[in-house]
């Protein structure tokens, strides 16, 4: 009874998108029809980001009043620029808020983007130019589909032209491309994000945290001009906090669980890792200063690499009964006994 209604709502996901790709339907109408299904987004989203519930309250406030209908007509859902230390979790909110929606997530690496040519990218070539026939980027996007999580990843990096074009879409909620067709974002959350006032070691370039803060606000400033904060989400940056141990430890729970889950228990293997491994994992990504990235990468290293050969040819090959295996800190290195 599940499994069906279950593929019923893939269905009806499917239906919406086509329609509203196809035949110009409104998403706002539809979404009416699905309000009664909706749940708080917030408390979903806080399992599986940490440390990081003042964004996630100020993000999801404005995304709600948009599911609500009480957005305004002209505007899209929200648009907000994430800035903080890299690995604090700001591409992964905006994932998991295109999850929650139900909306695609597409990404845009603003690297990409740094010459004043970079806009005929976006939105095409003019008649006549080189491109002009190969179509824009975001008409792709977003008429493919129209409830989208677009992240602008490191948006300083772009040219000041392509700021100029999104100050477009926080205004109006809409862009025309080179071809005169409009391109309607009202139903697009719109996330950028920026290291700006961050170091190459991910720290904010100052002695202490009230420095840190005001050092990142002077460098958002000088960065970003008054028209494009002013058009900000609740005009303001949305500022992304360092990790502490705790968090981390929660980081490195919440990964082995999904290891555990996605990959071991379909083998039989029941992974046992001890508090004092959690917390050397944990230190591991304080140490480097890069957040949560290279705890995954460590952990992949040195507590699911050496099941590998176990798995394949030793004591875990083709086991019939569940079996554990312990995770531990040896003379400072984490050892998994197999």
Do not use: W
Request: glycine share 6%; with cysteine; aromatic share 6%.
């Amino acid at each position: 009874m599940c499994a069906v209604h279950k593929k019923k709502n893939v269905a009806i996901d499917d239906i919406e998108q086509a329609l509203a790709r196809h035949k110009n339907i409104d998403l706002d109408a539809i979404m009416e029809s699905r309000k009664d299904n909706l749940e708080p987004i917030a408390p979903k989203i806080k399992k599986v980001i940490f440390g990081q519930d003042q964004a996630v309250d100020f993000v999801v406030r404005p995304i709600q009043k948009a599911l609500a209908g009480l957005n305004p007509k002209d505007k899209p859902y929200g648009a907000f620029l994430f800035t903080g230390p890299t690995g604090t979790g700001k591409t992964e909110l905006a994932k998991q808020l295109a999850k929650e929606m139900k909306a695609n997530f597409h990404r845009l690496d603003m690297s990409e983007f740094q010459e004043a040519h970079s806009v005929a990218k976006l939105i095409g070539s003019p008649a006549g130019y080189v491109g002009y026939d190969d179509g824009s980027i975001l008409t792709k996007i977003i008429n493919e589909n129209p409830r989208t999580v677009l992240l602008l990843d490191e948006i300083e990096k772009a040219h000041p032209d392509v700021y100029k074009l999104f100050l477009q879409v926080m205004d109006y909620g809409k862009l025309t491309d080179s071809k005169g067709r409009e391109i309607n974002f009202r139903n697009v959350l719109l996330i950028m994000t920026s290291n700006a006032g961050i170091n190459t070691k991910g720290k904010a370039i100052s002695l202490n945290g009230q420095e840190e803060i005001k050092v990142e606000k002077e460098m958002i400033n000088k960065i970003f001009s008054p028209e494009f904060r002013a058009r900000l989400t609740g005009n303001g940056f949305i500022e992304f906090k360092p990790l502490s141990q705790n968090v981390m430890e929660k980081i490195v729970v919440k990964y082995i669980e999904e290891i555990q889950k996605e990959r071991l228990d379909k083998l039989n293997i029941n992974l046992d890792v001890s508090n004092q491994a959690i917390s050397f994992l944990a230190k591991l990504g304080l140490s480097k200063n890069l957040g949560a990235r290279p705890v995954k990468d460590y952990i992949e290293n040195t507590v699911v690499d050496p099941l590998t050969d176990a798995v394949l040819f030793g004591k875990l090959k083709n086991l019939t009964k569940k079996k554990t295996v312990k995770c531990n800190v040896v003379n400072d290195e984490i050892q998994v006994d197999v």
